[in-house]
């Protein structure tokens, strides 16, 4: 959909190659790439140059579609007429750096971000801090130039060449509204030490989200009931197989209504919280997940224990698919009839639940 239009005359080759074959989405990665992609590219009557954007492939589900989507961009090179190059981001972990590894006739460039010179990166976060500060003080704080010079850069140093971190601060900063300063504040008073690695920043911003979402007037009983609320909801969220909408995750987690949305309505800084709690609840980066579920790393308050996390989950799928699931769930009437509709008998919770129950066992 993206291709067809950013690129019109890719449109009618793409409704073509669709009509032609109704069940492609069905078929293999490489079935898809070739019918979709190559086929209406190669028939495109100007050369280009065209480029592909693929962000954050590590965040694929499938380590082994991860290595059969790299090689099927690498047969880009097989159109000898358009010119293509592919953009593509990812952290190096083990299956796409593999997968490069099988493609050494292919020419690619690599960037490691953690190269590039700091003063250019650091330039970089200062304008992206300058340019969300400056909406969020023309929304909320009404002193002009707020928040000024030194608090921005005081901010990119705490940010240690992360843009994560800047805009978890951010977010952080913005969602505190008419509070949008006092947060400020508390990030600029809980800044580490200046030459702690960029991890330790990162996890300094975490653990300052976290805090903060609970009140400091609950009682000491209310807050530490607060914290395993959280531990027990964001170790659901953050070893999901599949992102679920906070109403199935309250549901899987065995609590009517939206639960879920509810516990973490503060903690937008670091997920994505749609309004819609049928839409799909997502980590805005999977640092995050590395985060919680370090004990070294982790204020011990919100460590997540992933084997603990896991036999939840567990938990959770085997109790409703013993209350959910019945003989002829789909009522197609007879053995042997195919359901034409089963995922509209199935909710999301329960589909989740007999995909991944073994999994977590």
């Known amino acids: 959909m993206q291709f067809a239009r950013s690129v019109p005359a890719l449109r009618q080759h793409i409704c073509t190659a669709v009509a032609e074959r109704g069940d492609i989405a069905s078929q293999s990665l490489s079935d898809q790439w070739q019918h979709l992609v190559l086929r209406p590219l190669s028939k495109l009557p100007e050369a280009g140059p065209y480029v592909v954007v693929v962000d954050a492939l590590d965040e694929c589900d499938n380590e082994d579609n991860v290595q059969i989507i790299v090689r099927l961009l690498a047969e880009a090179r097989s159109l000898k007429w358009v010119r293509l190059r592919v953009f593509l981001t990812t952290r190096p972990v083990v299956a796409i750096r593999h997968g490069f590894g099988q493609i050494t006739n292919t020419e690619h460039k690599d960037f490691v971000l953690h190269d590039i010179s700091p003063s250019i990166v650091d330039y970089d976060i200062k304008l992206f801090l300058e340019t969300e500060l400056q909406v969020i003080g023309q929304r909320w704080c009404s002193r002009a130039g707020w928040p000024g010079a030194e608090a921005v850069m005081q901010l990119v140093q705490s940010a240690s060449g992360l843009f994560i971190w800047a805009a978890t ?124 579920l370090n004990k070294d790393r982790c204020d011990a308050n919100f460590w997540v224990d992933e084997k603990q996390a896991h036999q939840k989950l567990l938990d959770g799928c085997i109790q409703l698919m013993t209350t959910s699931l019945k003989q002829d769930i789909c009522g197609a009437g007879a053995p042997g009839m195919l359901a034409a509709h089963m995922e509209r008998s199935l909710s999301l919770e329960l589909q989740y639940a007999c995909l991944y129950w073994i999994q977590y066992l």
């Open 169 to 292: 601060a951010c977010r952080f900063i913005g969602d505190g509204r008419r509070f949008a300063g006092r947060r400020l504040e508390t990030i600029l008073r809980n800044r580490g030490n200046a030459t702690a690695a960029p991890e330790e920043h990162l996890d300094e911003i975490y653990v300052t989200v976290l805090r903060n979402s609970v009140s400091a007037d609950y009682t000491d009983d209310e807050k530490q009931e607060q914290y395993r609320t959280l531990k027990y909801i964001l170790g659901s969220v953050v070893v999901l197989l599949s992102p679920l909408s906070t109403l199935s995750l309250s549901w899987l987690l065995q609590s009517a209504d939206d639960w879920v949305g509810q516990a973490l309505g503060d903690l937008h800084a670091i997920l994505n919280i749609p309004e819609d709690p049928a839409q799909l609840l997502r980590l805005h980066h999977p640092s995050f997940r590395d985060f919680l």
